[in-house]
C-alpha cells in the first residue's frame, strides 16, 4: 500500500480515512484487533474466515505501513509475533465501533424485510 501523504492538500477528510481502511479486509482486521487487544497471526487468521495468509499478511503490513498496527516480534523459539492496534489505530475505535452497530442493524432490517417478504408469499399461495 502506498500511503498517501495529505499534508496542505484539499479534498474530503473522509476520503483521508476510507483510504486508510479501504477494501475488503482492513476494516475487519481493526475490528478483530481491536476486539482482542493482541492477536498473533493465527489466531487472526481464525478470526477472519475467508481471508488467505499471504492476503492477510498484506493487510497487516497495510496497516502497519499507515501507522495503524504495531508489530511485535519476540526472540524466541519458534518466533512470536504479535499484532496490536497502535495508539493512532485506538483514535479509530469509536468509528469502527459505529460502523459494527450499523451493520448489526442493517443485518436486522434485512433479517425483518425477508421474514416479512417469505410470510407474504406463504400467504399467497395458501389463498
Given amino acids: ?15 483521508v480515512t476510507l483510504d486508510l481502511i479501504d477494501g475488503r479486509w482492513k476494516g475487519v482486521v481493526l475490528f478483530h484487533l481491536l476486539d482482542a487487544g493482541c492477536l498473533r497471526f493465527n489466531e487472526l487468521h481464525r478470526r477472519v ?3 488467505t ?6 493487510q497487516l503490513r497495510d496497516l502497519e505501513e499507515a501507522g495503524l498496527v504495531s ?3 519476540y526472540a524466541v523459539v519458534p518466533p512470536r509475533v504479535e499484532y496490536r492496534v497502535s495508539e493512532e489505530g485506538e483514535s479509530l475505535r469509536p468509528i469502527v465501533k459505529m460502523l ?11 433479517r425483518t424485510k425477508q421474514a416479512a417478504t417469505h410470510a407474504r408469499r406463504n400467504v399467497s399461495r395458501n389463498s
Wanted: hydrophobic share 30%.
Fill in 53 to 58: 495468509p499471504r492476503l492477510l499478511t498484506k
Fill in 100 to 110: 459494527s452497530k450499523w451493520g448489526e442493524a442493517r443485518l436486522e432490517r434485512q
Fill in 71 to 73: 508489530r511485535t516480534v
Fill in 1 to 15: 500500500m502506498k500511503v498517501k501523504h495529505y499534508v496542505d492538500v484539499p479534498g474530503c477528510p473522509v476520503e
Fill in 49 to 51: 474466515p475467508g481471508i
